[in-house]
């Protein structure tokens, strides 16, 4: 009687919303991890595109990290800068405990399903701005190695479009920008049009290497570029499908609760350890393998292959993000698990793995 009571009273307070501590803590963390993870990602930009100092560099420079401290005092315009990026973590944090004492009644599962939005909307945007820079670019390097391009633009913009940085900054920086735009109008991942594209690039090497004996480099780019971003990009949708494989030796007979348990220290343990690894490595200084390709817009040495290279660098910063925060999302729906809480979603049998 006392059991079926306890666990009554828990259902019952699980379909109010009611917040404990425990869920409280919970969104605190999610929401402080999913906002700081957007937030490096800009400061990053600032910082090593806008020579803004950083938190790291403002902090050694007030003496709270000596090791870190910079040459030369930080003038008056950087020390207000490095402030507000520092300033801007703090505002996360704060953020997030305003938010969840503002709303003690929001169920976890819809916190959930707002940073899976979020997560969805960085997916989409990178997708159409992968097949926009891909069909673009493709068509520039075939017209280039054809030698077609200075009868169509003249030889400066011809000779403009052989240097990376022109390339990048004038060809594939507005197409991600349509790409980010693109996205907020459509709803759609766009992962089956994708996969086709990438048999269909794949195809087109087939039949033109055995029917026209011809081939070039940037046939080969583009297969390499969609198929990376395609598995990259979807890891996160796949998460949320729940379609990872898993090495299932006890998970498959847990119950519920158990299972929401689980996914909680799975995805603090293993998930956002390995994305907050990889952004570290990758996005810590100009020398990091993000930041280097994506400063240099680094090119394959292919000759007349396509300028993507550094975009497929800056990939694994998407995947890190979109996996942080869909990992987020993740322990916040695995709490919900926990807790009993109504609204637990179907997952197709297929997706599940």
Same mark, same amino acid.
């Given at each position: 009687?006392?059991?079926?009571?306890?666990?009554?009273?828990?259902?019952?307070?699980?379909?109010?919303?009611?917040?404990?501590?425990?869920?409280?803590?919970?969104?605190?963390?999610?929401?402080?991890?999913?906002?700081?993870?957007?937030?490096?990602?800009?400061?990053?930009?600032?910082?090593?595109?806008?020579?803004?100092?950083?938190?790291?560099?403002?902090?050694?420079?007030?003496?709270?990290?000596?090791?870190?401290?910079?040459?030369?005092?930080?003038?008056?315009?950087?020390?207000?800068?490095?402030?507000?990026?520092?300033?801007?973590?703090?505002?996360?944090?704060?953020?997030?405990?305003?938010?969840?004492?503002?709303?003690?009644?929001?169920?976890?599962?819809?916190?959930?399903?707002?940073?899976?939005?979020?997560?969805?909307?960085?997916?989409?945007?990178?997708?159409?701005?992968?097949?926009?820079?891909?069909?673009?670019?493709?068509?520039?390097?075939?017209?280039?190695?054809?030698?077609?391009?200075?009868?169509?633009?003249?030889?400066?913009?011809?000779?403009?479009?052989?240097?990376?940085?022109?390339?990048?900054?004038?060809?594939?920086?507005?197409?991600?920008?349509?790409?980010?735009?693109?996205?907020?109008?459509?709803?759609?991942?766009?992962?089956?049009?994708?996969?086709?594209?990438?048999?269909?690039?794949?195809?087109?090497?087939?039949?033109?290497?055995?029917?026209?004996?011809?081939?070039?480099?940037?046939?080969?780019?583009?297969?390499?570029?969609?198929?990376? $971003?395609?598995? /990259?990009? !979807?890891? %996160?949708?796949?998460?949320? #499908?729940? &379609?990872?494989?898993?090495?299932?030796?006890?998970? *498959?007979?847990?119950?519920?609760?158990?299972?929401?348990?689980?996914?909680?220290?799975?995805?603090?343990?293993?998930?956002?350890?390995?994305?907050?690894?990889?952004?570290?490595?990758?996005?810590?200084?100009?020398?990091?393998?993000?930041?280097?390709?994506?400063?240099?817009?680094?090119?394959?040495?292919?000759?007349?292959?396509?300028?993507?290279?550094?975009?497929?660098?800056?990939?694994?910063?998407?995947?890190?993000?979109?996996?942080?925060?869909?990992?987020? $999302?993740?322990? /916040?729906? !695995?709490? %919900?698990?926990?807790?009993? #809480?109504? &609204?637990?979603?179907?997952?197709?049998?297929?997706? *599940?793995?």
């Amino acid at each position: 009687m006392i059991g079926s009571a306890s666990g009554a009273s828990m259902g019952a307070a699980a379909a109010s919303g009611y917040q404990t501590p425990v869920s409280a803590f919970a969104r605190i963390f999610c929401w402080t991890a999913v906002s700081a993870t957007l937030v490096f990602a800009l400061n990053n930009y600032l910082i090593f595109w806008l020579d803004w100092p950083g938190m790291v560099t403002f902090l050694g420079h007030l003496g709270l990290l000596p090791a870190f401290a910079p040459q030369s005092p930080l003038e008056s315009t950087a020390t207000i800068l490095g402030a507000v990026q520092t300033l801007s973590y703090l505002v996360c944090v704060g953020g997030a405990v305003l938010y969840t004492i503002r709303t003690p009644d929001r169920l976890l599962r819809s916190d959930s399903e707002a940073m899976v939005s979020i997560s969805a909307y960085i997916i989409r945007a990178s997708f159409w701005a992968v097949i926009f820079v891909g069909l673009a670019d493709v068509m520039i390097s075939f017209l280039r190695v054809e030698g077609l391009l200075p009868f169509l633009i003249g030889d400066d913009i011809t000779t403009a479009l052989g240097r990376p940085q022109f390339r990048g900054a004038y060809v594939h920086i507005p197409l991600v920008l349509a790409g980010c735009v693109t996205a907020a109008f459509s709803r759609s991942l766009g992962f089956t049009w994708l996969a086709l594209l990438v048999v269909a690039a794949e195809l087109s090497i087939v039949l033109s290497r055995f029917i026209f004996s011809y081939e070039q480099a940037f046939q080969g780019d583009l297969v390499r570029f969609w198929y990376g $971003a395609l598995f /990259l990009f !979807s890891s %996160a949708y796949t998460l949320y #499908e729940d &379609g990872h494989v898993r090495v299932d030796v006890l998970y *498959a007979g847990l119950t519920s609760r158990m299972k929401g348990l689980v996914n909680i220290w799975g995805s603090l343990v293993l998930g956002m350890s390995l994305c907050v690894t990889v952004l570290a490595i990758g996005m810590a200084g100009k020398s990091s393998i993000i930041n280097s390709a994506l400063l240099s817009f680094e090119v394959s040495q292919s000759g007349f292959g396509m300028y993507v290279k550094y975009l497929m660098a800056g990939f694994l910063g998407i995947f890190a993000i979109t996996m942080m925060i869909q990992f987020a $999302a993740y322990i /916040l729906e !695995s709490l %919900a698990d926990y807790r009993d #809480e109504p &609204g637990k979603r179907k997952i197709a049998e297929a997706s *599940a793995h």
